[in-house]
């Protein structure tokens, strides 16, 4: 398992890197590490943090005291850098590789498990919700077109590949000075079928300033033992009109 967390969080907009913030009493990086302790498949982790912050990072590990070894290096400048640094630290002996972002506290460990059924069956796999909202394309302010919402899926991490795939796309990102935001990309353009299974709509990225106060009434109502995260799943849009009669009026 890689944990990308050495981004710098501009969009948060903190003195400090976003994933180093407190969440309720512990630094929303713990909270993230602490998933480890439920997920029983994991042979050992990568913890990939802001070169200024690996010795801080290093001391979190220790207080989360995982089940599984997991080593802390430097991260690059972009999260892809970041990634391959930590692609190069795993362990020999590690066939598959799930990659999940230090700053998505919630997913729950069904969704690590699910995704991973995903990547078995070919070679990767990345969980993502379907878009609830309209999507537009727009170009200078102005709407260009309007896109089948259906066909408009938003994508999440844990994702999860085989390590030979990944190291593969990588080695060819590296080659032709490819970018993308996310691991899965990569591999797409390697020609590489990636599987889509359900994400979880509580399995937010911590972005925003406002995500940090919806995971804090989010983590207070986990704590006073509400449903856990993923109870929702994912909603469904009726596939046909007549789906959606009596259920949406
Ligand atoms: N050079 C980078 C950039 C990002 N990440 C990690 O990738 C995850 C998703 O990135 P994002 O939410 O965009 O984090 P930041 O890059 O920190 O945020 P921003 O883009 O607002 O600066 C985060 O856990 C972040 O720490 C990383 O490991 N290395
Ligand atoms: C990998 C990711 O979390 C999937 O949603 C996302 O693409 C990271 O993007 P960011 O630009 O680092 O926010």
């Excluded at 969440?23 to 802001?50: C, M, N, Q, W, Y």
């Excluded at 972002?101 to 498990?113: I, M, T, W, Y």
Aim: aromatic share 6%.
């Amino acid at each position: 398992m890689i944990v990308a967390a050495a981004g710098s969080g501009v969009r948060m907009g903190l003195p400090h890197p976003k994933q180093f913030h407190d969440l309720e009493g512990k630094p929303l990086l713990a909270r993230t590490l602490d998933i480890l302790h439920r997920l029983d498949f994991l042979s050992g982790a990568v913890v990939v943090a802001p070169q200024a912050f690996v010795a801080w990072a290093q001391d979190l590990v220790e207080t989360v005291n995982p089940p599984c070894p997991v080593r802390v290096v430097a991260g690059g400048r972009e999260r892809q850098d970041s990634v391959r640094n930590g692609l190069d630290a795993l362990p020999s002996r590690c066939r598959w590789v799930c990659i999940h972002d230090g700053v998505r506290p919630f997913a729950s460990p069904q969704l690590f498990r699910r995704t991973l059924a995903g990547a078995q069956k070919t070679g990767a796999a990345i969980c993502a919700c379907p878009a609830v909202d309209t999507v537009k394309l727009v170009r200078d302010g102005l709407v260009e077109t309007t896109l089948n919402r259906r066909r408009v899926w938003l994508v999440q991490t844990p994702q999860v590949f085989r390590r030979d795939v990944l190291t593969a796309a990588y080695d060819r990102t590296l080659q032709e000075g490819l970018s993308a935001t996310d691991d899965a990309a990569l591999v797409e353009r390697c020609g590489v079928s990636v599987a889509v299974v359900e994400g979880e709509r509580t399995n937010v990225k911590i972005t925003c300033p406002e995500d940090l106060h919806w995971a804090a009434a989010y983590w207070k109502e986990i704590a006073r033992g509400g449903p856990p995260p993923g109870h929702s799943d994912v909603i469904r849009e009726p596939k046909t009109m007549e789906d959606a009669e009596g259920r949406n009026p």
